[in-house]
Each structure stands twice: as structure tokens, then as C-alpha cells.
């Protein structure tokens, strides 16, 4: 899936993500917009939800950032998670230093440590939810896709960068949030996906009927929720 240079300078070229740069390169950082933000410019969908990943500290990057943006929005810090989010111009903007994870078998909040962005591309649950751009001066909008999710962005695949049995047992929402954007963007789930799914469907219930409800409103609210239903049944 081709995306012409232009179109991406033009989503980049906020003043968030030009202090974001600016704030990276003071304090040595590297600092990368990555998830969802990144998935929709080339979806061409609107987006108002960024997450920038530091390859260090995200929170001491956040609060650099409310430094030198106009009127100093505050930040929210969630220490124990290691996040901290601020908004500006009507959208959140997350911070979180690039992490590795691993699991328990009876729960689905991982142990955390600090990570390179390689790892923290490898803990997201889809290929075309890895995908970032880089925010440096050096080589800022340079794409980093290690597992072709871009390519799976034009064949409309929803894939785990990891072996799915593992990205599913880890964390099983990850299986309603597969169907959810198998729904929402009218993309089908790979075969592997399919099968580690309904291996690890009893896993489902280790997650809150919160959480579940949430992704489930989202099929239902989706264009066509019978893909989603259907996909639930299976």
C-alpha cells in the first residue's frame, strides 16, 4: 500500500508531534508515534487518539513536551502503569516507554520491564497496529514496519506480529478485539489467527465482562456487526 510523502508530512505536521520532536531530541530520546494513529493515516481514516512510544522514559518525555506547548496543557502520570497522557487541540496524546512484556496463565496484566521499540512492536496484539513513525529531526516520518503491516493493511488481513496461539493466550481480549476490527474495517482474520482463536476462546474468561461489553459495543455499533457476529459464533 503505497502512501505519497506529502500525505504523511501532512499528518505529522501538527505542532504536537513538532515539540514532541523537539522535546525527543533535548533530552536524547528516541520517540515514535505508533498504533492506531499510524494505521489510520493509511487507512485515511480521522484519528484522535495518539500514542507516542519513547525508547526510555515516556512520562519525563510528557512533561518536556507540556514544557513547550502554548499554555502548558497538564499531564496526567499513571505511574504504576508508566504512562502519562496530555491534551492538546482536543486530542489525548499517551506517552509510554517502549517495554517488553510477559505473562501469567491466570491473568492478562503482564509484567513489565523496559524494552527496545522492536519489543515494544512485538507486544502490540496486530501487524498493522506495529507500525510507527519515527519523530526524531534525523529521520523524522520514517516508517518502521518490521512485520509487513502495511502489506497486510492492503490485503485487509488482521494478523499477530507473534505466533497467535501465544498473542491470544497472553492476552485474551486480544480475540474480541480481532473480530472487532474484522467488523469495523471489513478486514478478515488469517487462517492461523482463526484457529488460535478457537483454541483459546475458553481463555475469554479470564477477562472482565467490562472489557468484553466494551469491544462487543463496538462490533454492534459497527457498519455491518453481522461480519462480527458471525465471527463470534465460529
Not at 502519562?84 to 509510554?96: G, N, P, Q
Not at 497496529?129 to 519515527?134: E, P, R
Not at 498473542?167 to 480481532?178: K, N
Not at 474484522?182 to 477477562?207: D, G, M
Amino acid at each position: 500500500m503505497y502512501i505519497d510523502k506529502e500525505v504523511i508530512d501532512k499528518y505529522l505536521s501538527s505542532r504536537t508531534f513538532r515539540q514532541v520532536s523537539e522535546a525527543a531530541d533535548e533530552l536524547g530520546l528516541e520517540a515514535y508515534v505508533i498504533g492506531g494513529y499510524v494505521r489510520d493515516i493509511f487507512l485515511r481514516r480521522p484519528s484522535k487518539d495518539i500514542d507516542i512510544v519513547a525508547v526510555g522514559s515516556g512520562i519525563e518525555l510528557a512533561l518536556k513536551v507540556s514544557e513547550l506547548l502554548p499554555k502548558k496543557p497538564k499531564v496526567q502520570v499513571f505511574k504504576n502503569y508508566g504512562t502519562a497522557m496530555l491534551r492538546y487541540d482536543d486530542i489525548d496524546v499517551e506517552f509510554v516507554g517502549a517495554r517488553k512484556e510477559s505473562y501469567t496463565h491466570d491473568s492478562r496484566n503482564p509484567l513489565v520491564e523496559n524494552g527496545t521499540l522492536k519489543d515494544d512492536q512485538e507486544r502490540r496484539d496486530f501487524t498493522i497496529n506495529a507500525l510507527a513513525f519515527s519523530l526524531n529531526s534525523e529521520n523524522f516520518g520514517d516508517l518502521v514496519d518490521p512485520f509487513n503491516g502495511v502489506e497486510d493493511l492492503k490485503n485487509k488481513i488482521i494478523k499477530t506480529p507473534l505466533n497467535p496461539d501465544i498473542t491470544y493466550s497472553d492476552d485474551p481480549l486480544r480475540m474480541m478485539r480481532a473480530i472487532r476490527f474484522a467488523s469495523t474495517l471489513n478486514f478478515e482474520i488469517e487462517e492461523n489467527s482463526l484457529v488460535a482463536i478457537k483454541k483459546e476462546a475458553e481463555r475469554i474468561k479470564i477477562v472482565s465482562m467490562e472489557r468484553i461489553m466494551v469491544e462487543f459495543n463496538k462490533i454492534m455499533l459497527s457498519q455491518k456487526p453481522s461480519i462480527g457476529l458471525k465471527l463470534l459464533e465460529q
